[in-house]
């Protein structure tokens, strides 16, 4: 039986959550699917059933044991057909998303040095790195995809932005090229789409120029995965070496593993795993040990994740099950409508790209007034407590790219770096992020549209009712503590509810409701306009002052 989106609407846990706010309750409409993807009801029953059978995996003498071993080696060969993969490329479940993949090819590679060792080492050893691996990396990167290889043995070096906001391919071809880099292991590590602006990477044409210069070809789809098809072995020169994922932003996935595979010849068998310990090893005496020549299993020490790896198998299939054709179709739609309609407004700043069909469905914004902004973190703040729309605001974790979205010279940039380091986070400049998921609903994309333009219009009369720390950068409504909204977490809670019910999760959400919030955000605005002076509050010290951009009225 197929899928149908419809059909999985339906099913994904917390779509008729209703929260507190400073203006009433609200229905949470998630927009923060960039981030992480939600939980999906008939994937928690099946794998809630498949505990009954529960047990390490380190066994085959025992059913529970031997279901266990079985399950997870179903669900690896299932990851590698969905992702192109072969038998000569590994799967190695990670805990920590695309964040944890990059990590183990770090140490894969032998780039990877413990911080501390490294303070030792990089002195002495100096005049002897000369002649180390060289990591090519793309202008969008998230953090992970940058600090990892910054703090490892590896030259880094960055491939700019084009003129059209996407990877500037001769500038990468031309690096790769030079004569510094020759007989060095060269590695080029890329986004798929960035996580900000969502621009997609030209991923086949940038692994054809890395493989032409003797360069590995190594690709993060943790902001794209989801959305887009990939393929390992697209042809003989555009094939990706190694690709990390993060299954815990797929439906289905939150709780999943996160995912390297790479290719047999990245991996040296020679070598000690990246982590020694049980299951790594085929025999252990007091006078030596021989570790397993199985790639996949020496990377699994310890206890594998095993309810994380049937889980990032099920998400993976999930996607597979809807279909790519049919996500894309839907989030080409999504995203030219949203930006077709946000970028009538003047106030709404876009950040990235404005052709959406170079993007997939992400889209960060700021909201411009009178000559400044409004403060990112003020907006998503109003986007939930008017309207229940859960966004992220900061810098979604690539600061690099920021810089260039944001124009963020050297000097600005020390600055805001300085500040931080006092302990002043607000000056911190980002913006707010939403996505425009293929499971919403046509009237879910309208209804963040029209709270985007409402924002933009009338935000600025709402500072009225919020307090800055100036500190921390967190704006609180005066009158209301969220905290005291949010249940307690612990073993007594979950007793409480050991006799409950599966989550409703039937049916759509009716646009009324949504007609409602604005209503009342309306209705909101036009008593607020009636009290707003523009008494606009300074910083005490005159260089922060100075590189105020935002306004507020309670600090």
């Given at each position: 039986?197929?899928?149908?989106?419809?059909?999985?609407?339906?099913?994904?846990?917390?779509?008729?959550?209703?929260?507190?706010?400073?203006?009433?309750?609200?229905?949470?409409?998630?927009?923060?699917?960039?981030?992480?993807?939600?939980?999906?009801?008939?994937?928690?029953?099946?794998?809630?059933?498949?505990?009954?059978?529960?047990?390490?995996?380190?066994?085959?003498?025992?059913?529970?044991?031997?279901?266990?071993?079985?399950?997870?080696?179903?669900?690896?060969?299932?990851?590698?057909?969905?992702?192109?993969?072969?038998?000569?490329?590994?799967?190695?479940?990670?805990?920590?998303?695309?964040?944890?993949?990059?990590?183990?090819?770090?140490?894969?590679l032998g780039l990877y040095v413990p911080p501390t060792l490294n303070h030792f080492l990089k002195g002495p050893l100096e005049d002897?790195?000369?002649?180390?691996?060289?990591?090519?990396?793309?202008?969008?990167?998230?953090?992970?995809?940058?600090?990892?290889?910054?703090?490892?043995?590896?030259?880094?070096?960055?491939?700019?932005?084009?003129?059209?906001?996407?990877?500037?391919?001769?500038?990468?071809?031309?690096?790769?090229?030079?004569?510094?880099?020759?007989?060095?292991?060269?590695?080029?590590?890329?986004?798929?789409?960035?996580?900000?602006?969502?621009?997609?990477?030209?991923?086949?044409?940038?692994?054809?120029?890395?493989?032409?210069?003797?360069?590995?070809?190594?690709?993060?789809?943790?902001?794209?995965?989801?959305?887009?098809?990939?393929?390992?072995?697209?042809?003989?020169?555009?094939?990706?070496?190694?690709?990390?994922?993060?299954?815990?932003?797929?439906?289905?996935?939150?709780?999943?593993?996160?995912?390297?595979?790479?290719?047999?010849?990245?991996?040296?068998?020679?070598?000690?795993?990246?982590?020694?310990?049980?299951?790594?090893?085929?025999?252990?005496?007091?006078?030596?040990?021989?570790?397993?020549?199985?790639?996949?299993?020496?990377?699994?020490?310890?206890?594998?994740?095993?309810?994380?790896?049937?889980?990032?198998?099920?998400?993976?299939?999930?996607?597979?099950?809807?279909?790519?054709?049919?996500?894309?179709?839907?989030?080409?739609?999504?995203?030219?409508?949203?930006?077709?309609?946000?970028?009538?407004?003047?106030?709404?700043?876009?950040?990235?790209?404005?052709?959406?069909?170079?993007?997939?469905?992400?889209?960060?914004?700021?909201?411009?007034?009178?000559?400044?902004?409004?403060?990112?973190?003020?907006?998503?703040?109003?986007?939930?407590?008017?309207?229940?729309?859960?966004?992220?605001?900061?810098?979604?974790?690539?600061?690099?790219?920021?810089?260039?979205?944001?124009?963020?010279?050297?000097?600005?940039?020390?600055?805001?770096?300085?500040?931080?380091?006092m302990g002043t986070h607000s000056l911190k400049p980002g913006w707010v992020r939403v996505n425009f998921h293929y499971a919403m609903?046509?009237?879910?994309?309208?209804?963040?549209?029209?709270?985007?333009?409402?924002?933009?219009?009338?935000?600025?009369?709402?500072?009225?009712?919020?307090?800055?720390?100036?500190?921390?950068?967190?704006?609180?409504?005066?009158?209301?503590?969220?905290e005291n909204t949010i249940s307690h977490f612990g073993i007594l809670a979950a007793l409480e509810n050991k006799d409950q019910a599966?989550?409703?999760?039937?049916?759509?959400?009716?646009?009324?409701?949504?007609?409602?919030?604005?209503?009342?955000?309306?209705?909101?605005?036009?008593?607020?306009?009636?009290?707003?002076?523009?008494?606009?509050?300074?910083?005490?010290?005159?260089?922060?002052?100075?590189?105020?951009?935002?306004?507020?009225?309670?600090?």
């Amino acid at each position: 039986m197929k899928l149908t989106v419809h059909a999985l609407r339906n099913e994904i846990i917390g779509n008729h959550k209703e929260i507190q706010t400073p203006y009433g309750k609200r229905l949470i409409t998630y927009a923060d699917y960039t981030a992480s993807g939600r939980t999906v009801q008939f994937i928690e029953k099946y794998l809630l059933a498949l505990q009954e059978s529960y047990a390490n995996s380190h066994t085959e003498d025992s059913y529970t044991g031997k279901a266990m071993t079985t399950y997870i080696h179903q669900a690896e060969k299932r990851i590698k057909a969905l992702l192109n993969a072969t038998d000569d490329h590994y799967v190695m479940p990670v805990g920590t998303g695309s964040t944890g993949a990059i990590q183990k090819l770090c140490e894969i590679l032998g780039l990877y040095v413990p911080p501390t060792l490294n303070h030792f080492l990089k002195g002495p050893l100096e005049d002897h790195l000369k002649q180390v691996p060289v990591v090519f990396i793309g202008p969008y990167e998230h953090h992970s995809n940058d600090l990892i290889w910054r703090e490892s043995i590896a030259e880094v070096v960055h491939i700019a932005l084009n003129a059209q906001g996407g990877i500037d391919l001769d500038d990468l071809k031309d690096k790769l090229a030079r004569p510094q880099y020759e007989n060095r292991l060269k590695i080029g590590s890329f986004s798929a789409a960035s996580n900000v602006s969502g621009v997609r990477s030209p991923l086949y044409e940038i692994a054809d120029i890395l493989h032409a210069n003797a360069a590995l070809a190594c690709f993060d789809f943790a902001a794209s995965g989801p959305y887009v098809a990939i393929d390992m072995n697209h042809d003989a020169t555009s094939y990706f070496d190694a690709i990390y994922l993060s299954p815990h932003k797929f439906l289905g996935g939150p709780g999943s593993s996160g995912l390297l595979v790479i290719h047999k010849k990245i991996y040296d068998c020679s070598t000690s795993p990246t982590i020694a310990g049980g299951g790594t090893v085929d025999y252990v005496s007091s006078f030596g040990y021989d570790f397993t020549a199985d790639p996949e299993a020496r990377e699994k020490a310890g206890t594998p994740g095993i309810l994380q790896i049937l889980k990032t198998c099920l998400a993976l299939e999930l996607k597979d099950e809807i279909g790519i054709e049919k996500i894309e179709t839907i989030e080409r739609q999504y995203i030219a409508i949203v930006m077709g309609h946000l970028s009538e407004n003047s106030n709404i700043e876009i950040l990235g790209p404005l052709d959406p069909n170079k993007r997939i469905s992400i889209l960060s914004f700021n909201i411009k007034y009178n000559g400044g902004y409004l403060h990112h973190r003020f907006v998503a703040r109003l986007l939930n407590d008017l309207f229940g729309i859960q966004s992220r605001a900061g810098c979604a974790c690539a600061g690099p790219y920021g810089h260039a979205l944001l124009g963020i010279d050297k000097d600005t940039s020390e600055n805001y770096r300085n500040f931080i380091r006092m302990g002043t986070h607000s000056l911190k400049p980002g913006w707010v992020r939403v996505n425009f998921h293929y499971a919403m609903s046509s009237e879910q994309v309208k209804f963040i549209i029209d709270a985007i333009n409402f924002i933009a219009d009338f935000g600025y009369l709402f500072l009225q009712d919020y307090q800055l720390d100036y500190k921390s950068g967190a704006w609180t409504p005066i009158a209301f503590d969220m905290e005291n909204t949010i249940s307690h977490f612990g073993i007594l809670a979950a007793l409480e509810n050991k006799d409950q019910a599966w989550p409703e999760t039937a049916s759509d959400v009716s646009g009324a409701i949504y007609s409602d919030y604005l209503d009342q955000a309306g209705a909101l605005a036009r008593q607020l306009e009636k009290t707003f002076k523009p008494a606009f509050k300074s910083y005490d010290d005159a260089n922060m002052e100075s590189n105020r951009w935002f306004y507020v009225l309670n600090m």
